[in-house]
């Protein structure tokens, strides 16, 4: 029977350059790769609001993720322009 | 994702400031939005300085945009608006805002802000505070609890 230990398999898996390994690791989300954006940012979000909630009890804690979701995000991110179109109605 | 109009629109705005080399500091709610308050608004406010230079300027950024001439917003107003194909029309307003903030004084405390492979000059949210409290119309006392909030908040984070 061939035995491997677990770091030796560990280390094997990370040497791994397999195309579908490397793909994996660009997509966002996929298994085997980076875990999706919008799980990285609800987590931050959670954090940053574990922290400052404290500080500001006055704050609604509503207001205060959307605050704090706001303010992570990049810039661009953050505009929001309603537009009203020719039919009456808005979109973003 | 929804903010694609808004990025875009950004991004054309500070390509025309830059083609017409027009000095131009975003204020009003579309400055909140980028200092990172959770609000939306229908118009990009601007604030420049009225030079025979800068209306020459602000001819050229009317191009850009493929805009109306500026028209003023009422007969007693100084600010004018312009409607071109940015999603929203723009708002220019003159030396002042409200609040006694004048152009310089906006500038010293504006920031530079990446949007794309642009830059932009946004007033800073304790200026937008000031000037929306100054103003004292009910869309400014509307906006302004979410305002301090988002104030209080990027100072604690800041600090």
């Known amino acids: 029977m061939f035995q491997v230990d677990a770091r030796e398999m560990g280390r094997r898996g990370g040497l791994n350059k397999s195309a579908a390994k490397r793909a994996a690791a660009r997509r966002n989300g996929a298994r085997g790769g980076r875990p999706r954006d919008a799980n990285l940012l609800a987590r931050e979000v959670a954090e940053v609001c574990a922290r400052l909630g404290p500080q500001l009890p006055e704050l609604d804690p509503g207001d205060l993720r959307l605050i704090v979701r706001c303010l992570l995000l990049p810039p661009a991110r953050r505009a929001v322009f309603l537009v009203r179109r020719k039919d009456g109605r808005y979109v973003f | ?159």
């Open chain 2, 1 to 159: 994702m929804s903010s694609d109009i808004s990025e875009k629109t950004l991004v054309a705005l500070a390509k025309a400031l830059r083609a017409a080399k027009l000095e131009a500091i975003i204020i009003g709610n579309s400055a909140s939005m980028l200092n990172g308050a959770p609000v939306t608004t229908q118009d990009i406010g601007l604030l420049i300085r009225d030079t025979k230079t800068n209306r020459r300027k602000l001819a050229r950024f009317v191009d850009e945009i493929g805009g109306s001439a500026p028209m003023p917003v009422s007969e007693l107003s100084k600010v004018e608006w312009i409607e071109g194909r940015l999603a929203v029309p723009v708002e220019i307003h003159y030396d002042r805002i409200a609040g006694g903030l004048t152009f310089s004084s906006v500038r010293s405390r504006a920031q530079v802000v990446v949007v794309g492979d642009q830059k932009l000059l946004v007033a800073s949210l304790a200026d937008v505070i000031r000037s929306k409290q100054a103003a004292g119309r009910p869309k400014d006392h509307a906006v302004l609890p979410i305002l301090r909030d988002t104030l209080a908040v990027k100072r604690k984070l800041e600090g």
